[in-house]
């Protein structure tokens, strides 16, 4: 009766962190995908043929998926301009840095940088 206690106790245990665990957190990571970052800063390049521009040093690749704002209204890749203030979330996928999202604007004048994690 114990053991059957204990393993129902165990299960109950799994499916309730199951559950309550958003999809994404337990969606397994592509091969050569690494996890979210941020970078806030200006703009210093855009390439509109190749899809990327540079912040903080960074060059940054946009795809169809990337969602770009400009004080808080949709926009578009090609209307980034050298100079703008950008919030920049971003992920790495096979050596590659790519934007998910991109603020422009007054939106991103106001977040702050991301604090970076000691080591």
Same mark, same amino acid.
């Given at each position: 009766?114990?053991?059957?206690? #204990?393993?129902?106790?165990?299960?109950? /245990? $799994? /499916?309730? $962190?199951?559950?309550?665990?958003?999809? %994404?957190?337990?969606?397994?990571?592509?091969?050569?995908?690494?996890? &979210?970052?941020?970078?806030?800063?200006?703009?210093? #390049? +855009?390439? =509109?043929? %190749?899809?990327?521009?540079?912040?903080?040093?960074?060059? +940054?690749? +946009? %795809?169809?998926?990337?969602?770009?704002?400009? %004080?808080?209204?949709?926009?578009?890749?090609?209307?980034?301009?050298?100079? &703008?203030?950008?919030? +920049?979330?971003? $992920?790495?996928?096979?050596?590659?840095?790519? #934007?998910?999202?991109?603020?422009?604007?007054?939106?991103?004048?106001?977040?702050?940088?991301?604090? =970076?994690?000691?080591?």
């Amino acid at each position: 009766m114990k053991k059957l206690l #204990a393993s129902s106790s165990a299960l109950a /245990l $799994f /499916l309730g $962190f199951a559950l309550s665990t958003p999809p %994404d957190a337990l969606a397994q990571k592509k091969k050569g995908e690494k996890g &979210e970052g941020g970078l806030n800063g200006a703009i210093t #390049a +855009v390439n =509109k043929a %190749d899809k990327t521009f540079s912040i903080a040093g960074k060059t +940054v690749g +946009v %795809d169809s998926t990337t969602i770009i704002t400009r %004080d808080g209204n949709p926009a578009t890749f090609d209307t980034l301009k050298n100079g &703008e203030q950008a919030a +920049v979330s971003t $992920f790495t996928q096979a050596d590659k840095l790519l #934007a998910v999202s991109i603020k422009i604007g007054k939106v991103a004048a106001t977040i702050p940088p991301p604090v =970076k994690k000691k080591k």
